[in-house]
């Protein structure tokens, strides 16, 4: 399994992103996809999970209403869209998925939002 993510950057507040989880060796659509962040000198944090087969969504209070999980079957991906972005949403951000037994990660994309 490999998972690698994509699309942050340097924006500013208020500003938008998508990230983008593209998965090899599992289909998104079979399993749960996660997406967790770290901030400098902070725990990792959990942001948002799509669940397999449809079955429906979470999300962090933190970003509830400002991010918005989605996943394409066709590219295999599973998206964070990051609307409304604030200076306390700067992290890298991964995703990752339970499959097999094991939990699989990405490496992450810095995401920095600062004005």
């Known amino acids: 399994v490999q998972l690698v993510e994509s699309g942050g950057g340097l924006v500013q507040p208020g500003d938008s992103l998508r990230l983008s989880c593209a998965a090899s060796g599992v289909m998104v659509g079979t399993v749960h996809t996660n997406w967790f962040r770290q901030a400098p000198g902070k725990e990792l944090e959990f942001v948002a999970r799509i669940l397999n087969g449809g079955a429906g969504t979470d999300y962090a209070d933190s970003v509830k209403g400002r991010f918005i999980i989605s996943r394409d079957y066709a590219k295999n991906t599973v998206y964070l869209q990051m609307n409304s972005l604030r200076p306390e949403d700067t992290a890298i951000y991964y995703c990752?998925?339970?499959?097999?037994?094991?939990?699989?990660w990405g490496r992450g994309t810095q995401v920095t939002v600062a004005s």
């Open positions: 990752n998925v339970f499959f097999r037994g094991h939990t699989h």
